[in-house]
């Protein structure tokens, strides 16, 4: 089992800063890749970014490119998404996962979910 819990969700104006992270625990996580997910009302489970926590190998959704930066801590087991130049279509629950082996874009490859955290942004 590996247990996963979100903070950092908030209110942000446009154009403005998060940083939302991912404390991880349970199983050795070097053999796992580490995801972001969003979803907003009425829309599907939409992939945000990667990060191989072995190698720190990421990956990201060509919207968030530029924007939105994910890393891990080793030493702390958590995972960090930085979010810059936010916009209202940014507006959604992001959750946090993990997938054995390589990363996935898909959602539904990820065995573990933490409980999400909420992040609105506004002008």
């Known amino acids: 089992q590996v247990q996963l819990v979100e903070s950092g969700g908030g209110s942000v104006q446009t154009g403005g800063s998060l940083r939302l992270s991912c404390a991880a625990s349970g199983r050795t996580l070097s053999d796992y890749a580490m995801g972001w997910f969003r979803q907003a009302p009425g829309k599907e489970r939409e992939f945000v970014a990667a990060?191989?926590?072995?190698?720190?190998?990421?990956n990201y959704a060509d919207s968030m490119k530029g924007r939105f930066t994910i890393s891990r801590d080793n030493a702390k087991s958590t995972v960090y998404l930085q979010m810059n130049s936010l916009k209202a279509e940014d507006t959604a629950v992001y959750y946090c996962?993990?997938?054995?082996?390589?990363?996935?874009?898909?959602?539904?490859?990820?065995?573990?979910w933490g409980q999400g955290t909420q992040v609105t942004v506004s002008s």
């Open positions: 990060v191989s926590w072995s190698r720190g190998t990421t």
């Open positions: 996962a993990a997938k054995w082996g390589t990363y996935s874009g898909y959602y539904g490859l990820y065995e573990y």
